[in-house]
């Protein structure tokens, strides 16, 4: 939060309007602050304002949350913004389209994991050695070959 000398002007926000504005919480509009994805400066009298053009980066963040993308996937995009700048038509355009890439890598991860679900519910072994959901990406497999378990242990089996 910047404590400029700035004067209000009348297109700035309370953090009341800015949260009546954005249809978030006051509390979420500190949460963002403090992760750094919007910001605020004080007027003299010590009052908090937000210059109107922060609505747009707290729609890009909701936009965001609601497509489950990580926060600090979003403070990356609008840190391409410079500050005090309204986020753009083409800032939101690059920002979908890495958002899409990110969605459709995420729904090719689920639809494998739903062919593999498919198999576990036929099997019912949960086997660390042979289930591809209890042992995603086969773990022991990248320590190299043979039985792992069996060889960190000694003659003993950490299994169990
Ligand atoms: S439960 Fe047997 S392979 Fe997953």
């Keep these: 939060m910047s404590k400029s000398g700035r004067k209000a002007v009348p297109s700035d926000l309370s953090v009341g309007e800015m949260a ?3 249809g978030v919480a006051v509390s979420t509009l500190h949460y963002y602050e403090s992760e750094g994805l919007i910001s605020s400066w004080r007027t003299a009298a010590n009052h908090r304002r937000y210059d109107r053009r922060e609505l747009r980066r707290v ?3 909701r ?8 926060l600090a996937e979003v403070r990356e995009v609008l840190s391409r913004v410079p500050k005090g700048a309204a986020v753009g038509k083409a800032d939101w355009a690059d920002a979908s389209a890495l958002w899409r890439e990110e969605i459709d890598r995420r729904m090719a991860l689920l639809e494998r994991l739903r062919g593999q679900l498919d198999h576990c519910m036929g099997c019912g072994c949960l086997s660390l050695e042979s289930c591809p959901l209890y042992n995603p990406g086969d773990t022991l497999a990248r320590q190299g070959p043979g039985p792992r378990r069996w060889m960190d242990s000694g003659s003993e089996n950490s299994d169990q």
């Design 20 to 22: 009546k504005r954005a």
């Design 59 to 61: 729609s890009v963040i």
């Design 63 to 70: 936009v965001a949350q609601t497509l489950g993308i990580p």
